[in-house]
């Protein structure tokens, strides 16, 4: 287990995922953009002017440094290559935090270009555990685990998520990354309400939360399906539960996440001032 006495925080105050085309616009003048997040994999190279702007920005603003890569749940044993990388990149930057998912993305060395869900079990349990120790002691930090969003159940699973969770956290010291979107999305895939979720987790170990938008679908029986899509706005049930979340968690950094079909700065940055209006409802 990680020392957590090197634990650092991100302000509880509004962030926004990094896109290139807003660096003018955060330089100029951010407003209620207070800090911001970089995917780990678009800054792994050895020069450019990617890293140049980043370095940049991290002088002016906290920067939480977000995985997507690792595949944290998968079978095998973590990519040393990818770790070192990691390592490096944590080396230089020295970001606020460092997060990642709940999910597998590798298998027999192939790499699958999406976050795949695990079933919760003592297995599962015990090699999700064994590479976040390997994680963090690699980069020489506490990480954060996000929930995933979820289409399906496990038949073979013996812990509910909210639980699952807390087990990985206690058994590893990493804190938690709550997605309340996914929270939303799930709820609504798998027929459950979504503040049961919300009352179940352990939010004590919060440490950032997250915000997207997501995409409507059906399934095969006329049924709401969400997609967990990072590109459009945030729908107003999703304020709602961040509003019942923050009532019970207290304030905490919240992280407005558009990946696809990135806007103008002018809406991005609106999803945030919402989120300060929602922090501001909540006491200190």
Same mark, same amino acid.
């Given at each position: 287990?990680?020392?957590?006495?090197?634990?650092?925080?991100?302000?509880?105050?509004?962030?926004?995922?990094?896109?290139? %085309?807003? !660096?003018?616009?955060?330089?100029?003048?951010?407003?209620?953009?207070?800090?911001?997040?970089?995917?780990?994999?678009?800054?792994?190279?050895?020069?450019?002017?990617?890293?140049?702007?980043?370095?940049?920005?991290?002088?002016?603003?906290? /920067?939480?440094?977000?995985?997507?890569?690792?595949? /944290?749940?998968? &079978?095998?044993?973590?990519?040393?290559?990818? $770790?070192?990388?990691?390592?490096?990149?944590?080396?230089?930057?020295?970001?606020?935090?460092?997060? *990642?998912?709940?999910?597998?993305?590798?298998?027999?060395?192939?790499?699958?270009?999406?976050?795949?869900?695990?079933?919760? @079990? %003592?297995?599962?349990?015990?090699?999700?555990?064994?590479?976040?120790? %390997?994680? %963090?002691?690699? /980069?020489?930090?506490?990480?954060?685990? &996000?929930?995933?969003?979820?289409?399906?159940?496990?038949?073979?699973? @013996?812990?509910?998520?909210?639980?699952?969770?807390?087990?990985?956290? *206690?058994?590893?010291?990493?804190?938690?990354?709550?997605?309340?979107?996914?929270?939303?999305?799930?709820?609504?895939?798998?027929? !459950?309400? +979504?503040?049961?979720?919300?009352?179940?987790?352990?939010?004590?170990?919060?440490? &950032?939360?997250? $915000?997207?938008?997501?995409?409507?679908? *059906?399934?095969?029986?006329?049924?709401?399906? $969400?997609?967990?899509?990072?590109?459009?706005?945030?729908?107003?049930?999703?304020?709602?539960?961040?509003?019942?979340?923050?009532?019970?968690?207290? +304030?905490?950094? /919240?992280?407005?996440?558009?990946?696809?079909?990135?806007? &103008?700065?002018?809406?991005?940055?609106? *999803?945030?001032?919402?989120?300060?209006?929602?922090?501001?409802?909540?006491?200190?």
């Amino acid at each position: 287990m990680l020392d957590e006495t090197r634990i650092t925080a991100l302000p509880n105050r509004p962030g926004v995922g990094y896109k290139p %085309q807003h !660096y003018s616009d955060l330089i100029s003048d951010a407003g209620d953009v207070a800090w911001l997040e970089v995917h780990a994999e678009n800054y792994m190279g050895s020069g450019g002017r990617p890293l140049a702007q980043l370095r940049h920005l991290a002088e002016r603003f906290p /920067i939480s440094v977000h995985g997507v890569g690792l595949s /944290i749940g998968g &079978e095998g044993a973590l990519d040393p290559e990818h $770790l070192a990388r990691l390592k490096h990149l944590v080396g230089w930057l020295n970001p606020t935090v460092f997060s *990642e998912h709940l999910a597998w993305s590798t298998h027999d060395g192939a790499f699958l270009n999406d976050l795949l869900p695990l079933p919760y @079990t %003592q297995a599962t349990l015990t090699r999700v555990a064994d590479h976040i120790d %390997q994680l %963090q002691n690699t /980069i020489g930090r506490q990480m954060m685990l &996000e929930n995933p969003s979820s289409y399906l159940a496990f038949s073979e699973s @013996t812990w509910s998520e909210p639980d699952f969770l807390r087990e990985v956290s *206690e058994r590893t010291g990493c804190g938690l990354l709550l997605d309340v979107n996914n929270v939303f999305v799930s709820a609504t895939n798998l027929h !459950y309400d +979504p503040k049961d979720y919300i009352a179940d987790y352990p939010l004590d170990k919060v440490g &950032e939360i997250h $915000l997207g938008g997501h995409d409507e679908d *059906e399934d095969d029986h006329g049924r709401p399906l $969400l997609i967990d899509s990072h590109g459009k706005p945030v729908v107003d049930p999703v304020w709602a539960l961040l509003d019942h979340t923050l009532a019970l968690s207290g +304030p905490r950094p /919240i992280l407005i996440e558009w990946d696809n079909d990135v806007p &103008e700065w002018t809406v991005l940055h609106d *999803e945030a001032t919402r989120a300060t209006a929602a922090l501001s409802k909540v006491p200190a």
